[in-house]
């Protein structure tokens, strides 16, 4: 997935990032909002180049932090949205077994971009009773 938006962005760099952004919110009730929002968030700044774009989506591609987070000596939480096209809710209980010490919330009526503002979010940090740190995915295991 990832691989195709970076030919995509030097092909069509505006529709790309609207692609983008709306497949953040993809699958919510309110995701036509939520996706015009993100969109005039973000086309209201300066646009960054395409190269330092495909420079994101290159790290986001070919990095694996499963193995540093292992030896991170302090407990953390991580969120995830049901409705996450990026994050596929599949990885939750694989990411359970390799890190025993963390606590993992599935908000069922979040998407990628909405565990952000979500009111949720800052309800589940603070009810995670030993979570030091909390920890967003955005890589497609």
Same mark, same amino acid.
């Given at each position: ?7 995509? $962005?030097? +092909? ?18 309110? !995701?036509?909002? +939520? ?12 646009? &960054? ?9 290159? @790290?986001?591609?070919?990095? +694996? $932090? ?8 302090? &407990?953390?939480?991580? $969120? ?7 994050? &596929?809710?599949? @990885?939750? &209980? ?10 993992? @919330? $599935?908000?069922?009526? =979040?998407?990628? !971009? ?9 309800? =589940?940090?603070?009810?995670?009773? +030993? =979570? =030091? ?9």
């Amino acid at each position: 997935m990832l691989a195709g938006f970076q030919q995509q $962005l030097s +092909d069509d760099f505006q529709r790309t990032v609207e692609r983008f952004l709306a497949l953040q919110t993809m699958g919510t009730e309110s !995701a036509r909002q +939520d996706a015009r929002a993100l969109k005039q968030a973000v086309l209201s700044l300066p646009m &960054p180049s395409a190269e330092a774009l495909n420079g994101g989506l290159e @790290i986001l591609r070919t990095v +694996d $932090l499963r193995q540093a987070l292992v030896r991170l000596p302090m &407990p953390f939480l991580r $969120l995830y949205g049901r409705l996450d096209g990026l994050v &596929p809710r599949k @990885i939750v &209980p694989l990411l359970d077994d390799l890190w025993p010490e963390s606590e993992s @919330i $599935l908000f069922d009526k =979040a998407a990628h !971009a909405r565990l952000f503002p979500s009111r949720g979010l800052l309800r =589940a940090a603070a009810g995670a009773e +030993d =979570a =030091a740190g909390v920890i967003f995915f955005a890589a497609p295991w």
